[in-house]
């Protein structure tokens, strides 16, 4: 299960914070991605990144900001403009931008009160 | 936005019986398809995938079939073992136009 990993497990906020997560992978890989996963919905994705010191924003990325400064780290902030942040979120990564396996992390599930 | 559809969202088998799970798709540039699959408490993992230019893939007891002109894909299970319990999703990807997009999952349950 090694290769990409998050933290925290489980993560607690007041409403109004800004809290990050982090994504860190040893795979060498070059695109990563951070989706939410709810209850009964598919993985929807917010922001991904190609290539260092470069994103795009997916289909949710109001309320969240990324950075990709080394090509192993790829921190989500979710800020206190997210209107529903309480979710499950999964990082992922993948050799490249182009058709192949995405490798996911174990997830942060962030509760916010 | 593109949705992908994915049916059933719940699928209960015996063992042994074949299970099948069905996506469509809207996006005619999606060209890659993948499944995985998540077992409780785990994260997703891929377990076959499609390209767009292929209509089945095989991998021991599960295969892939695509429809590009119906816009539809779908993963069959042969011989389920209990072990195959778990929620599976579907994805329509273009990485030409750098659209992701899962289904919202299925969750099978092979009684022994």
């Known amino acids: 299960d090694g290769g990409i990993t998050q933290s925290p497990k489980y993560l607690f906020r007041k409403e109004g914070q800004n809290v990050t997560l982090s994504c860190e992978q040893n795979l060498n890989h070059d695109a990563m991605y951070w989706y939410r996963q709810d209850p009964g919905q598919g993985l929807r994705l917010i922001y991904y990144s190609q290539i260092v010191n470069d994103f795009q924003k997916g289909d949710i990325a109001e309320g969240y900001s990324v950075s990709r400064e080394k090509k192993e780290s790829f921190p989500l902030t979710v800020t206190s403009a997210q209107k529903n942040p309480t979710a499950f979120y999964l990082c992922?990564?993948?050799?490249?931008?182009?058709?192949?396996?995405?490798?996911f992390g174990p997830g942060t599930r962030l509760t916010v009160t | 936005g593109e949705n992908v559809e994915q049916h059933p969202s719940t699928l209960s088998v015996q063992e042994g019986d074949s299970a099948v799970i069905k996506c469509t798709y809207s996006?005619?540039?999606?060209?890659?398809f993948p499944w995985y699959k998540q077992e409780l408490g785990k994260r997703p993992q891929l377990i076959i995938d499609?390209?767009?230019?292929?209509g089945e893939k095989k991998d021991q007891r599960i295969a892939v079939t695509l429809n590009k002109t119906a816009k539809h894909f779908s993963l069959h299970i042969t011989e389920t073992q209990p072990e195959d319990s778990a929620v599976y999703f579907c994805a329509a990807i273009s990485y030409n136009f750098n659209k992701f997009y899962f289904g919202s999952g299925t969750k099978l349950n092979v009684k022994p």
């Open positions: 996006d005619s540039a999606s060209n890659y």
């Open positions: 992922a990564s993948s050799m490249d931008r182009g058709p192949g396996e995405q490798y």
């Open positions: 499609i390209r767009s230019n292929v």
